[in-house]
Antibody, heavy 122, light 111 residues
Framework: EVQLVESGGGLVQPGGSLRLSCAAS????????MNWVRQAPGKGLEWVAT????????HYVDSVKGRFTISRDDAEKSLYLQMNSLRVEDTAVYYC???????????????WGQGTLVTVSS | EIVMTQSPLSLPVTPGEPASISCRSS???????????LDWYLQRPGQSPQFLIS???NRASGVPDRFSGSGSGTDFTLKISRVEAEDVGVYYC?????????FGQGTKLEI
């Protein structure tokens, strides 16, 4: 069974940092694109970042470029999101989502974790 | 950035009746390879989103065949042939044609 379990969320002050983790199991982690998607309270879904199977490609939404870094550790079957210079508008539930294990692009997100809440507030 | 627009934003339905959600993109989602990169997701109340459909009309594993997708280019539709109580939630379309991947605002289906 595919499982994605996020952790690392919490309350942080504006300008602070946080590192999210996503522990994967039930599939060959190293074979898949992996992604972070967020959802602000009461709002819709927003794609945040994507990383290719070998880590050679990373893509970010403009609003987090230069502040967030996506990474992966295939040996640990884990996905990470390092978030620096956090802003109030980064407050959201952050979901880890699995992408395909084929092709040179992310065509869909077929499994999602339960999410971890990040609150940026003074 | 490709903007995705869904309608309606709220959809009251009666169990057993059909339902239809429209999704429009600001640019064509048809790639040079002939594939439209349009997905559908359902977020049930209090749950994480779940994958329903990729490439406009390919149902994900375990998705009932009462769900169907259609369209091409910039106009897409998700149809539920006979709504059941478990279909309640917010439906999102998403374009995977190019980054940034973008979602529609969501359509809340309620019984």
């Amino acid at each position: 069974e595919v499982q994605l379990v996020e952790s690392g969320g919490g309350l942080v002050q504006p300008g602070g940092s946080l590192r999210l983790s996503c522990a994967a199991s039930g599939f060959i982690f190293s074979s898949h694109w992996m992604n972070w998607v967020r959802q602000a309270p009461g709002k819709g879904l927003e794609w945040v970042a994507t990383i290719k199977q070998d880590g050679s490609e990373k893509h970010y939404v403009d609003s987090v470029k230069g502040r967030f870094t996506i990474s992966r550790d295939d040996a640990e079957k884990s996905l990470y999101l390092q978030m620096n210079s956090l802003r109030v508008e980064d407050t959201a539930v952050y979901y880890c989502a699995r992408g395909p294990n084929f092709g040179g692009r992310v065509d869909f997100f077929d499994y999602w974790g339960q999410g971890t809440l990040v609150t940026v507030s003074s | 950035e490709i903007v995705m627009t869904q309608s309606p934003l709220s959809l009251p339905v009666t169990p057993g009746e059909p339902a239809s959600i429209s999704c429009r993109s600001s640019q064509s989602l048809l790639d040079t390879n002939g594939v439209n990169y349009l997905d559908w997701y359902l977020q049930r109340p209090g749950q994480s989103p779940q994958f329903l459909i990729s490439y406009v009309s390919n149902r994900a594993s375990g998705v009932p065949d009462r769900f169907s997708g259609s369209g091409s280019g910039t106009d897409f539709t998700l149809k539920i042939s006979r709504v059941e109580a478990e279909d309640v939630g917010v439906y999102y379309c998403m374009q995977a044609r190019q980054t940034p991947y973008t979602f529609g605002q969501g359509t809340k289906l309620e019984i």
